[in-house]
């Protein structure tokens, strides 16, 4: 089913506020529904989550202000009613937001503090980040907020970090993980920072480094607690001017200062020579847990959306890789590409099609969201880029599949499901160079109804 949006018209002349016609519609029990968001400056949705009155949805925005720091990104986060409906908006300045998690107190939001010094020439001394965490009421005001990393201007050896995800242990404490980058430094790679930190002061208890394979560590958007264990995935990424390759890691630690236990640290990918798997979120059902990311070449052909199921302790099940193309996401692509059928195969791929969010399904099966891309005949597709929703059984088997798009580009940034069986997608429009964020929220079969 594509979804044409009759609102955009209402957007000529107004950089994409939410959309009035949805706001007159009775909306009292309304399973389904499209929300827009948006204002000066480009906003870029990072998420969202259900909450016990409605939706809590963060993104980001150019900071048209320039202050001693430079320009610098604002986050934004706007709590809205059941149908979608603006409660309050609250800014925080000076940052960049990549997760946000309600929790008894209120929400945790983790991402970067952001700053671009236009006053220098060279591009790689313009930005500079530290990791962030914020701690915020249930009405959206600050309880704490602290930044790590160093934002020396032209330091040779200046350190960026930029945190990714986090989750509370079984103590209680704030679990993070964070990629730390020595921008100025080529010899030394990318690594992930796994700290703990005081739940009400956020300050941090303790940090270790993870890297074991010599490359650049990218973090999924989510990371969890299992017990004492902590698992996440990061794509591997060995990057040069003619190649570009990585394979799947899937570290387990043990959540304690000393980590003195190295579970386990799976990888998938590793020995797929001229290719590159990405593993952007990881969720857990009842048995295990699913992933989800991109497949390609290292030339960057053949991108498929990616999908992988792993036991309990991250280690990949056999034979679980799916790969989807969208013209033929109809049925499951092959594995291995030994098969006569033009449509099958991981390698085979007739739009550029990108994995970025996952949820588990209350059958024990998965809903992935990412987006796919317009064919050049207009056969698939209505133009740009649109959400593309794959529902999958228990055994990895696919039920449906849906698009959501217009003439702009829809990306999603996460997906739930929702306590009435429901899904809700988060992502950003772009069109005519102005973009905003929405919120998707469909009925248990990925339809908008009403």
């Not at 970090?161 to 030394?188: E, H, Q």
């Not at 039920?399 to 217009?406: A, D, E, P, Q, Y």
Request: aromatic letters at 10%; proline letters at 3%.
């Amino acid at each position: 089913m594509i979804y044409k949006k009759t609102c955009l018209l209402l957007f000529a002349g107004i950089f994409f506020f939410s959309c009035s016609n949805l706001e007159s519609v009775k909306p009292e029990n309304r399973q389904s529904f499209i929300f827009y968001y948006g204002g000066t400056g480009n906003y870029a949705a990072v998420g969202a989550e259900q909450v016990s009155d409605g939706f809590i949805v963060v993104g980001d925005s150019l900071d048209q202000s320039v202050n001693a720091n430079g320009v610098g990104q604002k986050i934004i986060l706007i709590k809205t009613g059941p149908q979608g409906n603006t409660i309050w908006r609250k800014v925080f300045k000076n940052g960049s937001a990549n997760f946000i998690k309600p929790y008894n107190k209120g929400y945790l939001i983790i991402g970067d503090s952001m700053y671009i010094d236009l006053s220098q020439s060279l591009v790689v001394d313009q930005i500079k980040r530290k990791m962030r965490l914020i701690s915020l009421d249930e009405s959206g005001k600050k309880m704490a907020d602290q930044s790590w990393g160093d934002t020396a201007t032209a330091a040779a050896n200046r350190v960026d970090k930029r945190g990714s995800s986090l989750a509370f242990d079984d103590k209680g404490d704030i679990i993070t993980t964070s990629t730390v980058n020595y921008p100025k430094v080529a010899s030394i790679y990318q690594y992930t920072l796994m700290a703990a930190h005081n739940p009400t002061t956020l300050e941090m208890k303790w940090s270790v480094k993870y890297n074991q394979d010599s490359r650049d560590y990218q973090n999924s958007q989510s990371l969890h607690v299992n017990g004492a264990n902590v698992i996440w995935a990061t794509s591997a990424v060995k990057s040069s001017s003619q190649t570009n390759l990585s394979f799947l890691r899937i570290p387990v630690f043990k959540a304690d200062s000393s980590f003195s236990t190295f579970v386990n640290s799976s990888s998938f990918g590793e020995n797929d020579a001229n290719s590159y798997y990405s593993g952007v979120d990881i969720q857990p059902n009842a048995v295990g847990y699913g992933i989800i990311g991109t497949f390609q070449t290292y030339k960057g052909e053949a991108a498929n959306m990616f999908f992988l199921r792993t036991d309990l302790l991250g280690n990949p099940i056999p034979n679980s890789d799916i790969y989807f193309d969208g013209p033929t996401c109809a049925k499951r692509l092959k594995p291995l590409d030994n098969s006569t059928d033009p449509s099958s195969g991981k390698s085979v791929s007739l739009v550029q099609d990108q994995g970025i969010s996952l949820t588990a399904t209350t059958d024990g099966g998965f809903l992935l969201v990412g987006y796919t891309t317009t064919t050049s005949d207009n056969s698939w597709g209505h133009g740009g880029k649109d959400v593309y929703l794959v529902r999958l059984d228990p055994f990895g088997n696919i039920l449906w599949n849906k698009t959501f798009g217009g003439t702009g580009d829809e990306v999603p940034s996460t997906v739930r499901q929702t306590t009435d069986g429901g899904f809700l997608v988060s992502g950003t429009l772009t069109l005519a160079g102005q973009s905003s964020m929405f919120i998707l929220k469909t009925d248990s079969n990925g339809d908008l109804k009403n």
